[in-house]
């Protein structure tokens, strides 16, 4: 099964601030401020809903393919991709913008103040997907991730003209969009991926109720933090999925981006939806469980062990008959 992951790519410049930003803001002079902070660490880390999405099915052992606009700095990135198992042939790359950049200063109140360079991003729009499918051989399935919006509505509206089956997974870009740009997202897609949150902003903006969406969407998939995630698959009776237990707790950045790359990756396999949720939460652990949204690593061992621990022996032996990751 060839999965194509579209979606945004960047890079997160991380950095921390030992004092606080109120100490240097002067109140009745808003208007004209002008703030520099001495940082202590700066923590470049890997980011981008796509390229964490393929990071985490290339751990399992699949070769998802990359589909992105990027900078010509992004040849360290790809070559970490690669060795995890990513296909990049579908990255596009510019000659005028650097790969998009999330610039982020916390201060000791855990206080931010953030800045976006959407950069490369902008030129996804550009990029169209047969060309893609003809080299890679097959588009069994196209997720459509957060990312500029015109490359989302031109991604989606190929894959209904050329009758590809797409997931609809729209999530941070939500916020800014209306109604009517998020309707054609989600209509005729076969799986829609959103947090809970996420859920009802759809439900806000377009006015469609639980059934309008059963009608069009064939799997809704959401994500329900703690409680796990719960499968609705039309005209079959829901299913909810707890979450494995934590070793530790120390980032929740990615959560979201693993579930999805382990229900994929499951459902690429042939397995069932309740086994494909319960793949997507322990790889949602492990990414918990790390700083970094592609810092976590998986034994096949410790895997497989976590996997009988949380949802039995026979869903560990199902998922054992598939998956690869490194042996320790």
Not at 10 to 17: E, K, P, R, S, Y
Not at 58 to 66: A, E, I, R, T, Y
């Amino acid at each position: 099964m060839a999965v194509l992951i579209t979606g945004s790519v960047a890079t997160d410049h991380l950095m921390t601030f030992p004092g606080k930003f109120a100490d240097s803001i002067v109140a009745d002079k808003l208007d004209k401020i002008s703030l520099s902070f001495l940082v202590e660490e700066l923590d470049v880390r890997r980011g981008g809903v796509a390229p964490n999405i393929a990071f985490g099915m290339g751990c399992l052992g699949l070769k998802p393919v990359l589909v992105g606009a990027v900078g010509p700095d992004f040849a360290d990135y790809e070559s970490w991709l690669n060795r995890h198992g990513v296909d990049t042939r579908g990255v596009h790359v510019s000659d005028s913008h650097h790969t998009a950049r999330f610039i982020c200063t916390t201060d000791q109140e855990q206080n931010q103040i953030a800045s976006f360079y959407p950069g490369a991003m902008s030129e996804a729009r550009n990029i169209e997907l047969k060309p893609i499918v003809d080299v890679v051989g097959s588009a069994d399935l196209v997720l459509i991730g957060a990312n500029d919006p015109g490359a989302m509505a031109r991604h989606t509206d190929e894959c209904r003209f050329r009758g590809y089956a797409f997931a609809a997974d729209p999530s941070q870009q939500l916020a800014y969009m209306e109604g009517d740009d998020i309707k054609p997202l989600i209509e005729g897609a076969t799986y829609l991926f959103t947090n809970e949150y996420e859920a009802a902003l759809i439900h806000q903006k377009t006015g469609w109720s639980a059934a309008d969406i059963a009608a069009i969407v064939e799997t809704r998939v959401t994500t329900l933090g703690a409680e796990g995630a719960r499968i609705e698959r039309r005209g079959e009776a829901p299913v909810v999925v707890a979450v494995p237990e934590e070793e530790r707790r120390a980032d929740p950045t990615g959560v979201g981006d693993a579930f999805r790359a382990g229900f994929l990756s499951a459902k690429s396999w042939g397995l069932s939806d309740e086994r494909a949720a319960q793949t997507g939460a322990l790889l949602a652990t492990y990414v918990i469980e790390t700083v970094g949204t592609q810092e976590y690593e998986l034994a096949q061992k410790h895997f497989l062990e976590r996997m009988a621990k949380t949802y039995g022996d026979a869903a560990a032996a199902e998922v054992a008959a598939h998956v690869s990751c490194p042996r320790p």
